[in-house]
């Protein structure tokens, strides 16, 4: 059974720091590209950042203009959980961030929220002073 669980949201101030972690089950994280979307209150869940592993401990990673340069992606395959490294938070970051996972092997990460078969619960991050 797949399973993805997020963790590690709170509150924190503008410019603070989080780290996600997104934990799975049930697969192999390198089979399968995961990515990090969020939705905000009163809007359409947005993706965040992905990454897919080519081969060889080469990964390719995506993230949404609005998060780069401040958020990273990594991974830890002995733990299986991909981790998302949030710095220079912003309130405008505010929202529920989930990690899903692709089913398909696709030749670049997808930013559809469609495309993405397995989902977590879900992890609230609120910035605020």
């Known amino acids: 059974q797949v399973q993805l669980v997020e963790s590690g949201g709170g509150l924190i101030q503008p410019g603070g720091s989080l780290r996600l972690s997104c934990t799975v089950s049930?697969?192999?994280?390198?089979?399968?590209?995961v990515g990090w979307f969020r939705q905000a209150p009163g809007k359409e869940r947005e993706f965040v950042a992905g990454?897919?592993?080519?081969?060889?401990?080469?990964?390719?990673?995506d993230y949404a203009d609005s998060v780069k340069g401040r958020f990273t992606v990594s991974r830890s395959i002995a733990d299986s959980t991909l981790y998302l490294e949030m710095n220079s938070l912003k309130p405008e970051d505010t929202a529920i961030y989930y990690c899903?996972?692709?089913?398909?092997?696709?030749?670049?990460?997808?930013?559809?929220?469609?495309?993405?078969?397995?989902w977590g619960q879900g992890t609230q991050v609120t910035v605020s002073a």
């Open positions: 899903a996972a692709d089913e398909r092997r696709r030749p670049q990460v997808s930013t559809l929220s469609s495309d993405y078969t397995y």
């Open positions: 049930g697969f192999t994280l390198d089979n399968h590209a």
């Open positions: 990454q897919r592993w080519i081969g060889s401990n080469v990964y390719s990673t």
